[in-house]
């Protein structure tokens, strides 16, 4: 089992910036990629970015490329999602997740799943 703890939601004007936080403990967090995601009221849980192992591949989802940058550090089995220049429809509960998959955007490679934090962006 791998247990993922997310952190640095909040609430801030459009335009602002937050650092989310996912820390994981159990299993060999540097044996996963790793994975941000949203889910909106009423919207579907949407991809945000994925990061490989070492961190030598990333991607993002269309609507943060530019804004958003995730990285990782396996020393402190951390992975992190800057956000910038955010937008009220960034507004979601974040959830970070785990896979030992070779994909990165289909929510049913990822085996573990932190419970969340609110991001809520004001215009």
């Known amino acids: 089992q791998v247990q993922l703890v997310e952190s640095g939601g909040g609430s801030v004007q459009a335009g602002g910036s937050l650092r989310l936080a996912c820390v994981a403990s159990?299993?060999?967090?540097?044996?996963?990629?790793m994975g941000w995601f949203r889910q909106a009221p009423g919207k579907e849980r949407e991809f945000v970015g994925g990061?490989?192992?070492?961190?030598?591949?990333?991607y993002y989802g269309d609507s943060v490329k530019g804004r958003f940058t995730i990285s990782r550090d396996n020393a402190k089995n951390a992975v992190y999602l800057q956000m910038n220049s955010l937008k009220p429809e960034d507004t979601a509960l974040y959830y970070c997740?785990?896979?030992?998959?070779?994909?990165?955007?289909?929510?049913?490679?990822?085996?573990?799943w932190g419970r969340g934090t609110q991001v809520t962006v004001s215009s």
């Open positions: 997740a785990a896979s030992s998959q070779t994909t990165f955007r289909r929510e049913n490679e990822y085996a573990f």
């Open positions: 159990g299993r060999t967090f540097r044996n996963y990629n």
């Open positions: 990061i490989s192992l070492g961190g030598g591949r990333i």
